[in-house]
């Protein structure tokens, strides 16, 4: 049975940084690119970032370029995401991605994932 973990979410202040992980079970991780995804209250679900297979590619959305860094410890089989200068506008559920493709080609879209976690909370409030 296939189980992606979240964890690392939680109260922030606007400018404060929080890492959040999934960890995986029942798969490994290492042939897949994995996404992050977010959902804010009455918001759609959207791709926040992607990492490819090896880690040799990355991809960010617009909103968070330059202050999310995805990266992944395919040994430990976990992915991470590392948020700095977080604004009230990230607060949102976090969910992690396995997804069929090894390489991180139109990874903004749900149609390609295999496996969601079951998300992290992430509230950026003062």
């Known amino acids: 049975q296939v189980q992606l973990v979240e964890s690392g979410g939680g109260l922030v202040q606007p400018g404060g940084s929080l890492r959040v992980s999934c960890a995986a079970s029942g798969t490994t991780l290492a042939y897949s690119s994995i996404g992050w995804f977010r959902q804010a209250p009455g918001k759609e679900r959207e791709g926040v970032s992607c990492i490819s297979s090896r880690g040799s590619s990355t991809a960010y959305a617009d909103s968070v370029r330059g202050r999310f860094t995805i990266s992944r410890d395919n040994a430990k089989n976990t992915v991470y995401l590392e948020m700095n200068k977080l604004e009230p506008e990230d607060t949102a559920v976090y969910y992690c991605?396995?997804?069929?493709?090894?390489?991180?080609?139109?990874?903004?879209?749900?149609?390609?994932?295999?496996?969601w976690g079951q998300g992290t909370q992430v509230t950026v409030s003062s």
């Open positions: 991605a396995v997804r069929y493709a090894g390489v991180c080609d139109n990874w903004g879209s749900r149609v390609g994932v295999q496996y």
